[in-house]
């Protein structure tokens, strides 16, 4: 009997295919994966087990630690109160945010911070999980820093700074959280949650440590048509894993600081704070919504989306060492966010440490979400969304 649970429209058969492949070759220990195709949800799948440690099996409704998921849902929200006209993109963040202009920072714009061009991809000073809980103290101490190149000349992935600079944008021009705004304005409803309640947090997913898989590589099919080359994806790897091992590399310092803590991603005191770049649980059904409703206009205008959603920085990026592609908050295809051909022109959204992964496309009419508690083994590969996602777009075609 498959371990794979819920509904799948026959056109999306493929979906249902590789996702029941990926348990049964051993790459998921538990994992969801939904789909919405022009507003109508196609896949609502999971399966597998929620707790290693307890064998508790992964429900319908279990909430997943969505890891950089969380920053599309932020930057979603800085776009609806620039669209309220509480702010202007491009303009200083020292019109409302006069600390910020210290140490040689006060050119930099709504955007940079946006678009990871801030120069300020780590915190100058070790930071434990429970001084993160403070967001308007984070994110006065990233006003006074000194930046690590002059924003707006490059750009570098802000791993967890992103969160208390684009997350300031929110508190400043609303007065609440980046969780309590987006629980107000457009989350309601949805098992959606940065900053999870106790109850919440006890029946959420566990994260557990990847294991490696017979064979090495990620799994390949036909249908894969061996996109992305497994010689990129080879360098890819290879490249991160060097900036893994060094412990001052700009890598490290961005996604190691602050610390979660005991049990990492787990400790209950990360979940609560709601950290505004990685702080997110939720379900793949609630996350493939929130791109629907994105997609859909239902959050911004699209004209807004469409603008938020053009490429602000494409290259060779200084914290991952590979190229990346931002918009304002969202990233685009590139190496950090392996996208399908077919959505390489439209597609936008965001990947999450481990393999989640949250993608919206207004040209598809695709909304698309997977979370998986086992985190990615990075020397072996992990192409499970990927996977998943070219699954989907070939059935919309």
């Known amino acids: ?121 780590a915190f100058a000073r070790p930071v434990p999980a429970e001084d993160a809980a403070d967001p308007a103290a984070l994110a006065a101490e990233l006003a006074a820093q000194e930046p690590e190149w002059t924003p707006g000349e490059a750009h570098g992935y802000h791993a967890l700074t992103y969160g208390w600079l684009a997350g300031e944008i929110v508190r400043r021009h609303s007065g609440k959280t980046v969780g309590a705004f987006v629980e107000d304005e457009f989350t309601a409803g949805l098992d959606l949650w940065i900053g999870a309640p106790d109850d919440v947090i006890e029946r959420a997913a566990k994260l557990s440590a990847g294991r490696r898989v017979q064979g090495g590589g990620p799994a390949r099919t036909e249908r894969d048509g061996g996109d992305p080359p497994r010689a990129m994806a080879s360098d890819l790897l290879n490249r991160l894993a060097t900036a893994y091992m060094d412990p001052q590399s700009t890598m490290n310092r961005s996604t190691g600081n602050p610390h979660p803590g005991k049990g990492g991603y787990n400790n209950p005191v990360v979940l609560r704070a709601g950290w505004p770049s990685a702080g997110m649980l939720t379900t793949a059904p609630a996350l493939a919504a929130f791109y629907r409703d994105l997609v859909a206009g239902r959050i911004v205008r699209p004209e807004t989306l469409r603008e938020a959603i053009r490429p602000r920085v494409a290259g060779p990026d200084r914290t991952m060492l590979i190229d990346s592609s931002f918009g304002l908050g969202f990233m685009r295809p590139a190496q950090t966010f392996f996208t399908p051909k077919a959505g390489r022109d439209s597609a936008f959204g965001h990947s999450g440490a481990g393999g989640s992964i949250g993608l919206g496309d207004p040209d598809a009419g695709l909304a698309f979400a997977y979370l998986p508690n086992m985190m990615s083994d990075m020397a072996a590969g992990d192409l499970r969304a990927y996977r998943l996602l070219d699954a989907a777009y070939a059935a919309l075609s």
Do not use: I
Not at 70 to 84: G, I, M, P, Y
């Open 1 to 121: 009997m498959s371990t794979v649970q819920g509904h799948c429209d026959p056109a999306f058969a493929r979906v249902r295919e590789v996702f029941e492949e990926n348990f049964a070759e051993g790459r998921e220990l538990g994992a969801a994966v939904a789909v919405h195709a022009d507003g109508r949800e196609v896949v609502n799948l999971w399966g597998g087990v929620a707790d290693r440690r307890t064998g508790r099996e992964w429900l319908p409704d279990t909430p997943c630690f969505a890891f950089s998921c969380t920053k599309a849902v932020t930057a979603a929200a800085a776009l609806l109160l620039a669209e309220r006209g509480r702010y202007e993109p491009d303009g200083p963040v020292t019109d409302w945010w006069p600390e910020f202009g210290a140490a040689g920072k006060e050119g930099t714009t709504a955007e940079h911070l946006l678009s990871h061009q801030a120069g300020l991809p």
